[in-house]
């Protein structure tokens, strides 16, 4: 990784208001839900009987993990989350470029919603 993916994407900002978490979770999900290497894992069972609960589980940590501080938040450590869940809970290497696009979708969307800007998740309904 070049030096400049370890800055931080935002600087320090206030806690999401309840509106915006609300949206951040359904943004969260949706982002989810269109990544196919998760969905994938997911249809075929590769983390078990339950990799339907596991990918809800995920979600649920991604949003804890964007909400646990007003601290700034490193793509890169986002990028190594997602990377550690699919090989721990699913059992799968991603290869290709597709947890750089999701952890990068995140960062923005999360910045979106701490400036109460919904639109991308707006979009994504659709």
């Known amino acids: 990784m070049d030096a400049g993916r370890s ?13 915006a978490m609300a949206a951040f979770e359904e943004g969260t999900s949706l982002v989810l839900s269109r990544w196919t290497a998760l969905q994938m894992a997911v249809k075929n069972k590769w983390g078990g009987h339950d990799s ?17 501080s007003n601290a700034p938040h490193y ?25 750089g696009e999701v952890a990068e979708q995140l960062m923005i969307m999360h910045e979106d919603c701490v400036q109460g800007n919904y639109e991308a998740i707006k979009n994504m309904r659709h």
Do not use: C
């Open 7 to 19: 800055l931080p994407l935002r600087p320090p900002s206030a806690a999401l208001s309840a509106e």
């Open 52 to 68: 339907h609960q596991k990918a809800d589980q995920l979600a649920s940590s991604l949003v804890s993990w964007f909400g646990q």
């Open 75 to 99: 793509i890169d450590e986002l990028e190594e989350t997602l990377n550690d869940y699919m090989v721990l809970s699913f059992r799968t290497e991603i290869e290709d470029d597709s947890i």
